[in-house]
């Protein structure tokens, strides 16, 4: 797979994205772009199903409006509602000391620069590139497991790990796509292009793809 295939995969996958289940944080950006929200949402996400993760939210942010908030609620009351999530108890310290970096930070304000994104407890690469992404639409790859092994079973990248993705793709992928690349290819992830027997017998660009590790 070359750049000059990339125009005619993305409108496919993109048609694929809008006929199944949308991923959980596009779902939360379809209701708000608040960046506090969207960064929960996205620290609560992880190694968590969506549809936990949607659960967990809703109910969270009827308690949960801005980051002061999260100092109102006690640790044990946290944690039960996020009980449900992968690494509950990590998520729940990590929240807790959210508001505190915040201020101390950045104001109470959610920054946008990956960097400043980085000093937030529970935030790694995946979540300030989705975080950058969803709430300030600004310029940014967020790469998960489905983005580093479906582009590298396309043969499009050639890396060992997300973050050796991450900075391939800044270096090759065109900029009019790295917005939309994670939701795309994380909903195709989900429901054809799967690690193990993937459905390429539905693939919508099975004609752009090496297939290289099937």
């Not at 983005?147 to 973050?163: A, E, Q």
Request: charged fraction near 30%; include cysteine.
């Amino acid at each position: 797979m070359h750049n000059k295939d990339m125009k005619i995969v993305m409108k496919r996958l993109e048609e694929h994205f809008y006929s199944v289940k949308t991923p959980i944080v596009d779902l939360i950006q379809a209701k708000t772009k608040d960046p506090f929200r969207v960064l929960v949402a996205t620290i609560l996400s992880a190694r968590t199903k969506d549809e936990s993760t949607a659960k967990v939210v809703n109910e969270l942010f009827t308690k949960v409006q801005k980051a002061d908030d999260l100092d109102k609620l006690s640790s044990s009351e946290l944690d039960r509602i996020i009980y449900t999530t992968g690494f509950h108890n990590a998520k729940t310290k990590h929240l807790k000391e959210l508001p505190r970096v915040l201020r101390e930070e950045f104001g109470g304000e959610v920054p946008s620069e990956i960097d400043d994104l980085l000093k937030l407890p529970g935030v790694g690469r995946k979540t300030a590139n989705l975080v950058r992404a969803v709430a300030f639409s600004l310029p940014a790859i967020c790469v998960d497991i489905h983005v580093h092994r479906i582009c590298n079973r396309w043969g499009y990248i050639k890396t060992k790990t997300p973050l050796e993705s991450e900075m391939a793709l800044r270096a090759k992928l065109p900029t009019q796509y790295w917005l939309k690349i994670n939701s795309y290819v994380v909903a195709f992830g989900q429901n054809l292009c799967k690690p193990r027997k993937p459905s390429c017998d539905r693939c919508p660009i099975y004609d752009y793809c090496k297939r290289i590790g099937v």
